[in-house]
């Protein structure tokens, strides 16, 4: 498992490296620094050597270092080295702030390796950290080729062969949109990739996004890798700044953990290795040991959903399976999933002060993990139907598509909230649930999940391209799994299954409804690779669950 913070955050944990510990700053900016070379340079490959004349002669980091340059290895005869080739050409963008400070130590270590560099200095000198202002005087003393982007005035007048851009413009303190001089050399900056094919790597974050949320800020400028350091940021998982940020290599330039500890994490993801820790199936068990499932799910017409919660439910581990529904679905569930116990019920009988109210609470009494609402249907009885439920159950619930609609046109069925229910929304119910628009949903998805958690004692898992997860005390999860190949109908009836048996095994709520998603994601993967992006059916999520 690994966290992210955000960009506040990081800036604690930057100032308690330096100012508790006492590393000093130029020291992180120099690994900082090495670490962004290195990832140019892998993109140069062949081209950086060929470049220096001596083939797989590449200098070490330590080399690059001012007076400490690595000359040619004796004993080689001079017929033997081959002529070097033109430079490779690197163009790096840098701010005022320490963003742009390592950009300038970049360009200084990738000059000394061989490459062609031209650093264009964006913004108001007199406003450039004391860093920036160290890394510029040695950029100078070495030589290296500085333009200030307020002399640029077309993309013409920037290298148009450049095969390797730094953006090192903003980092992670932005927090409002780009305007202006910055604007204007950003969409230069963008004219000069198109045209060119260069490569990009941002250092830290991509220019233009918020570091906590992933908005674009006006403006941004897409990366191939980014290169951040110690920790990432939260808005290089959630969209839209996941697509911008391209590859994420982790740097670790020096940060201590208790420089972590002291500022916090925003968002834990989990990670292959974490499968450790799902449930061990007992050798001694039995199908009552691991767990019993009640689906109440499917109306006429919509069994398809209760058979996809219900087979994934199984294919997670869950011991016993059984679906209340409507008696037309019988014939269809027993036929397609034998496995399963079908129950039945007359939806006109749902009156809360009758026989059906005992008939519901036996059958609560006898799950240990509700699911309620996939494919159930907005008649009016389901109302009595989700309150009667979740008045009776003492067990995990998973709410999720109808019931969730019915929680949001009759908002008072939220008294019966308790920190045993899972939500499930998709943007457009989290909507209806809240009220905000699904816009404002997207640009903070983390808050928006963490809020409506808080305020009703529930988990709540709000899907996205980037799922998120949230808990009543404010701990939350980023999914990091998962394809656009899972966007069609059933998936998320799917997870509703996979988070059922989780629970079913055991599993506590928050993280039954975590690794829940990440499962989920991981056997779309899967389920993708097999079968291709447009052929993968939700069905096809849940058998490739086995393969995880």
């Keep these: 498992m690994r966290y992210t913070v955000t960009g506040t955050q990081m800036k604690q944990i930057d100032r308690h490296t330096i100012e508790e510990i006492g590393i000093p ?22 081209k950086l050597q060929a470049a220096s004349g001596l083939p797989g002669n590449r200098t070490e980091a330590a080399s690059d270092l001012p007076g400490n340059r690595t000359e040619v290895a004796s004993g080689l005869h001079a017929e033997a080295v081959p002529p070097r080739m033109a430079k490779p050409q690197v163009l790096i963008a840098c701010g005022t702030g320490n963003n742009g400070a390592d950009g300038i130590a970049v360009g200084r270590i990738l000059q000394a390796r061989g490459c062609d560099v031209t650093v264009v200095l964006a913004g108001n000198p007199d406003h450039a950290t004391e860093e920036h202002r160290l890394q510029q005087r040695i950029a100078e003393n070495l030589g290296l080729r500085l333009v200030k982007a307020e002399d640029i005035e077309t993309a013409d007048q920037l290298p148009g062969g450049c095969e390797v851009m730094v953006d090192a413009l903003f980092g992670i303190g932005l927090t409002r949109p780009i305007e202006g001089g910055y604007r204007k050399l950003m969409e230069l900056l963008k004219e000069v990739k198109v045209r060119s094919g260069a490569k990009v790597v941002a250092v830290d974050i991509p220019s233009g996004i918020h570091a906590d949320t992933g908005e674009v800020m006006g403006i941004a400028l897409p990366a191939d890798v980014t290169v951040t350091f110690g920790y990432e940021k939260s808005g290089l998982l959630l969209y839209p700044g996941r697509s911008y940020a391209g590859r994420v290599e982790i740097a670790e330039i020096g940060f201590a953990e208790m420089s972590l500890e002291a500022a916090g994490r925003d968002a834990a993801v989990l990670e292959p290795e974490d499968l450790k820790n799902l449930p061990e199936r007992q050798a001694d068990g039995n199908k009552g040991t691991f767990g019993k499932v009640l689906l109440i799910a499917g109306s006429v017409g919509m069994s398809g959903a209760a058979y996809l919660s219900a087979l994934a439910a199984y294919r997670t581990g869950a011991g016993l399976v059984k679906v209340l529904t409507v008696p037309e679905n019988r014939p269809i569930l027993q036929a397609g999933l034998p496995e399963a116990i079908v129950e039945v019920y007359d939806p006109e009988a749902v009156l809360p002060d009758g026989s059906f109210d ?30 009667m439920v979740l008045s009776h159950a003492y067990v995990p619930v998973v709410l999720d598509a109808d019931g969730l609609n019915a929680v949001a046109e009759h908002p008072h069925l939220t008294r019966y909230f308790t920190e045993n229910i899972i939500l499930t929304p998709h943007m457009g119910e989290m909507s209806r649930l809240t009220g905000m628009p699904v816009a404002e949903l997207k640009a903070d998805p983390l808050q928006a999940a963490r809020d409506y958690s808080s305020r009703h004692s529930v988990v709540c898992v709000m899907k996205d391209a980037a799922t998120v997860i949230a808990e009543k005390e404010g701990a939350a999860y980023i999914n990091a799994s998962g394809c656009s190949a899972m966007a069609k109908a059933g998936s998320g ?28 994601g991981l056997a779309g993967e899967a389920a993708a690779e097999a079968l291709g992006a447009n052929s993968l059916l939700a069905r096809d999520i849940a058998e490739h669950l086995s393969r995880i």
């Design 25 to 46: 700053s130029v020291v992180l900016m120099e690994r900082a620094a090495l670490a962004v070379a290195e990832a140019v340079s892998a993109m140069l490959g062949g």
């Design 358 to 387: 005992a008939f519901l609470e036996s059958q609560c009494d006898w799950a240990d993990v509700i699911v309620m609402g996939p494919g159930l249907g907005q008649d009016s009885y389901v109302e009595s139907l989700v309150e």
């Design 493 to 520: 009836d799917v997870l509703t299954g996979v988070i059922a048996g989780l629970l079913a095994r055991g599993m506590e709520c928050v993280e039954a409804a975590a690794y829940g998603v990440y499962l989920h």
